[in-house]
């Protein structure tokens, strides 16, 4: 049902209006649709119910299937009237009933009619509507009216035709190829919009073939198009057509440069916008290719259009973003490596933004401040912040905190004027704002004081300030946690026990809470201030809340000066500032199970393995959180289920305490007779592996089911146990195990070929028995591997800087590695995570699209329960050559020794070799050929079983694969011997054509 609206008048006071839809119902409405019936129709009153139902339909009203029947047929009754305007008010309506396909043949003949109409109008409608409620079917019947219509000299029904085509492309994309020619003429066309829309069908007709798309830029770029529209998307394929042969060119070279510098000087201001930011997101483009861009988008500056003026800003602020990325806090090594976009090129507009900080549209004003905040020098700072003050009254939250981002990042590219920016932020913390809006205030002022040293006493005190009177209980409770981090570490730590105990009093259950911690922590690491926090951790004894209560009594013992519950100093800052070694899902489901047993709880017991998320579970890349609001790092785990079942076969009870259980590895293809998988166990001296079976095969029952595992390729592994399955039935999975002992300690590698040995029975299908006898078979598996990520355990961190600042920095190990050309970060950087095994922390393991440079910040657990942090520093130039600089931390200096050669011998999972810093792809063999060959054969569905005969590692697993190999072979033999035999006679044949020929009547010796 419509709402009301106001309509404001000059020269009259304000009178309510209300919308023509204003309380109209779906009945009644069909009720008004039986003038659709009348003998005389009354086309104005058609007209107006036609827009009646239109509007009930977009509002998502439902009708039935009998209602929407009814008014389809009513309607297609109205081809009779000759008015103009209802005739399109009918198209309009069949187009968006969706009839189903008996309803279209109903219509499909009066359309077809209108299409080859006199009037233009009937048949660039008819096009549409048709195109939109036919089947491929019926779109082959008026295929020849449609190429018909695309050359048609009306440019209405041509541009009808062709947007048409763009929707069909989805549905019947061979039927619209087959039109390229009739397009390709279209393009030609002097309409504009003619040509526009044949230039975006011709392009996603031939997307998906690199070479016609530069052929087609190479034939347009000469001149022949006149549209600007059409101009604005060639610029754009340009554009594509640069990038794509960017990594195929020599560096220097830019294929169509040349054009896009001309669209420089085009008429059209679109095109000359268009033309200018292709070549601004250009990669590796240079100053005086930048030049001209930048000189045009400065003249933009100062139009008296709006939208010039928010294109030209915008454009330049995205600039200044990409320059800007990833250099406040990469090293000096990943800077290196970004490629420069001349961000000084920029400041000769400082003068024409500046005007734009008073425009009336807020939009503009707010990218104006935040791009002068990026260029300004250090002179001009003062001055920025006096205009600011008085514009951030004016806009709204949501550009406050562009505003926001952006002052914090001048103040950490002009540290020394801390002072002025900590003194702005502190004044707009105190008015008024939104959520989102403080919390972009006070992680500013946490990364200033984490990154400017000397800003850390002010930044502390301006946080104080604002929980005295903070209306928010999460910034409350975040504050207070950084307060007790950061605060002890002041000159004067005492000065903020007053602000800390306010909270204990004024404060809600939750932030009282938060408070006793943060009163711990001070004198946990202060001696001076113990005696009188224990004073006020005792008053909170009496405090009406649990959590209060129970936080402040652990606190009290945890310092006190009983070493049974206290211990030494080193484990009370441990137990309050050190990071948390196993995930909350683990430790929660722990005491879960605690709680329903009688076994005291050992959080040594907790599973610390975290295991990636899913795929489709994944959520889309966004901004990674900062600040006091971003979340630990660590996916989701599951119960570990391995451990249990390891733990209940007796055999495997001496190898100690499992350390890891890696993912399950696919050892068969999917659609073969017998599906295996394995699961590796790592233990500190033993490996276990589980191959997990299924029989996909309903006449066969397996019995006596093993592995024989051949470790000639692994010397320092000796197989010490082997567990087979006793039976496996049709579709019912089962496991057998085999178990290698290896050094202790030692992160043994080796190779292992698998063969799968068992019993086969048939069964009977009609009585699911099984035959008494059966046949020894086998079924040669892929081989598997142990390799060094195997001993590395993925366990998160939720605070990697102070994780990595704890770790012993003489135990750092630092090395720079080439790695070749890459099409992107993202795939090099998904490539190191899988080579060292480790967890991604804090999201680093997602890479911004167009990154030319990323931090990846990685944690783990080697095996002996060695902890580990790595550091890896990624950069990529213009042309594509990655370089890396990786980092490790860890508790022993040979662990990060063995991080090195574990990312320098290292090998890929997916693509080949790594080595040397680059992949190498695997070579074609014959026994790979022979593999691919029976996926071929898998697919196909065929069943060639004689074929694995040629291949050095034969899986005739069956008894009609054995019979099929058995008859290729001896037909090849008879063949063979058919051969030889001709091969004889002929000879015979040519010896006894030589000699005399005998004859009857000659006399005989």
Request: glycine content about 4%; overall charge negative; proline content about 4%.
């Amino acid at each position: 049902m419509a709402q009301p609206f106001v309509k404001k008048d000059d020269d009259l006071d304000e009178e309510e209006e209300y919308s023509p839809f204003y309380g109209i119902e779906k009945g009644a409405v069909l009720q008004e649709a039986r003038v659709f019936h009348d003998p005389q129709l009354d086309a104005r009153r058609c007209s107006q119910v036609i827009t009646k139902l239109l509007y009930l339909l977009n509002q998502g009203e439902t009708f039935t299937k009998v209602e929407a029947t009814e008014v389809f047929f009513a309607v297609t009754k109205l081809f009779q009237s000759k008015d103009t305007v209802l005739r399109r008010m009918v198209y309009l309506m069949i187009k968006d009933l969706s009839p189903s396909a008996d309803e279209v043949i109903i219509v499909t003949s009066s359309l077809m009619k209108d299409m080859n109409s006199k009037t233009d109008m009937y048949r660039a409608n008819a096009i549409r509507v048709l195109c939109r409620i036919t089947d491929s079917t019926l779109l082959t019947q008026i295929e020849r009216y449609l190429k018909q219509a695309i050359v048609d000299k009306n440019p209405v029904v041509a541009s009808a035709a062709l947007v048409s085509g763009v929707h069909l492309l989805q549905t019947n994309s061979e039927i619209v190829k087959r039109w390229s020619n009739e397009v390709q003429e279209a393009v030609q066309s002097r309409a504009a919009l003619v040509q526009f829309h044949a230039l975006a069908l011709l392009h996603q007709i031939r997307q998906n073939d690199r070479l016609a798309v530069s052929k087609l830029v190479t034939s347009l770029t000469k001149g022949s198009v006149r549209s600007p529209l059409a101009q604005c998307l060639l610029i754009r394929y340009t554009s594509q057509v640069i990038r794509e042969s960017s990594t195929n060119t020599q560096a220097g070279e830019r294929p169509f440069f040349d054009y896009l510098e001309s669209c420089l000087r085009h008429k059209s201001e679109m095109v000359v916008f268009e033309a200018a930011r292709a070549i601004t997101e250009l990669s590796g483009v240079t100053s005086r290719e930048l030049t001209p861009a930048i000189t045009v988008l400065q003249l933009f500056l100062s139009s008296s259009k709006p939208v010039l003026r928010f294109a030209a800003i915008r454009t330049l602020n995205k600039i200044i973003l990409s320059s800007m990325y990833g250099f406040n806090e990469q090293s000096r090594f990943a800077k290196k490596m970004v490629a420069s976009t001349h961000p000084l090129a920029v400041t000769n507009c400082n003068i024409d933004m500046e005007s734009l900080i008073s425009d009336q549209n807020r939009s503009i004003a707010t990218l104006a401040i935040t791009t002068l905040l990026k260029t300004g020098n250090e002179s001009s700072v003062d001055r920025l912040m006096k205009q600011i003050t008085n514009f951030m009254s004016d806009i709204a939250d949501e550009f406050k905190i562009v505003v926001v981002e952006a002052i914090r990042s001048l103040c950490l590219k002009f540290p020394l004027k801390y002072r002025s920016m900590m003194n702005f932020l502190s004044n707009i913390l105190r008015e008024e704002g939104g959520f989102d809006y403080k919390k972009a205030i006070v992680d500013s002022i946490v990364i200033l004081i984490r990154d400017i040293p000397d800003a850390k006493e002010i930044g502390l005190f301006h946080l104080c300030e604002f929980i005295e009177d903070c209306e928010f209980t999460y910034l409350s409770t975040q504050i207070l946690h950084f307060l007790g981090n950061e605060g002890p570490k002041t000159s004067d730590p005492s000065k903020y026990i007053r602000y800390i105990y306010n909270r204990v009093i004024l404060e809600n259950a939750t932030v009282r809470a938060s408070a006793v911690s943060t009163l711990a922590k001070f004198g946990a690491m202060v001696d001076s201030l113990k005696p009188r926090i224990f004073v006020l951790l005792r008053r909170c004894l009496f405090d009406s809340d649990d959590e209060v209560r129970d936080r402040a009594t652990l606190y009290l013992n945890t310092l006190g000066t009983d070493a049974s519950v206290g211990g030494t100093d080193e484990d009370v800052k441990d137990f309050l500032f050190g990071p948390l070694d196993v995930p909350l899902v683990n430790l929660e489901t722990s005491l879960r199970n605690y709680e329903a047993s009688d076994i005291p709880f050992d959080i040594n017991l907790v599973p610390k393995e975290v295991k990636s998320q899913p795929l489709a579970e994944k959520k889309a890349p966004g901004k990674k959180a900062i600040g006091l609001g971003a979340p630990p790092s660590g996916p989701t785990t599951v119960v570990d289920a391995y451990e249990k079942l390891l733990s209940s076969i007796s055999e495997f009870s001496s190898f100690g305490k499992l350390f890891k259980s890696c993912s399950p590895m696919e050892l068969t293809e999917p659609e073969t007779e017998y599906a295996v998988n394995v699961v590796k166990h790592i233990f500190d001296g033993h490996v276990v592996f589980q191959y997990n079976c299924t029989n996909t095969i309903p006449e066969q029952l397996l019995e006596k089911v093993t592995v024989f595992v051949d470790a000639s390729e692994a010397e320092e592994f000796s197989e010490v146990l082997t567990k087979p399955l006793r039976s496996l039935p049709y579709d019912s999975p089962g496991q057998t195990f085999v178990a290698f002992e290896k050094p202790e300690g030692v992160p043994a590698i080796g190779k292992f070929s698998n063969l799968l040995k068992f019993v086969v029975k048939e069964v009977d299908p009609a009585t699911g028995e099984a035959d008494e006898e059966g046949v020894e078979d086998e079924y040669q598996l892929e081989d598997l591997e142990i390799v060094a990520a195997d001993y590395m355990l993925k366990v998160g961190v939720s605070n990697f800087k102070n994780a990595w600042e704890n770790m012993d920095p003489d135990n750092e190990r630092i090395d720079e590695y080439g790695l070749g050309v890459k099409e992107s970060l993202a795939e090099t950087v998904s490539a190191v995570i899988d080579i060292v095994g480790m967890q991604p922390c804090e999201g680093t393991e997602v890479v911004p699209n167009n990154s030319r440079s990323h931090t990846c910040l990685l944690s783990g657990i080697f095996i002996g329960n060695v902890k580990v942090l790595v550091r890896v520093s990624f950069g990529i130039d213009g042309s594509k050559q990655v370089a890396m600089k990786l980092a490790v931390r860890s508790e022993d200096p040979e662990i990060s020794e063995k991080i090195h050669e574990i990312v320098a011998e290292g090998k890929s999972s997916v693509k080949g070799k790594w080595r040397s810093g680059r992949w190498i792809g695997e070579m074609i063999t014959r026994s790979k050929l022979v593999e691919q060959l029976r996926e071929y054969q898998i697919r196909s569905q065929h069943k060639w079983g004689a074929l694995a005969a040629f291949s050095p590692k034969p899986q005739m697993a069956t008894r009609r694969g054995c019979l099929c190999g058995s008859y290729i072979c001896f037909g090849i033999c008879l063949a063979h011997t058919i051969l030889l035999c001709s091969t004889l006679l002929q000879t015979l044949h040519d010896f006894s054509g030589s000699c005399i020929p005998w004859n009857s009547s000659s006399n005989m010796p």
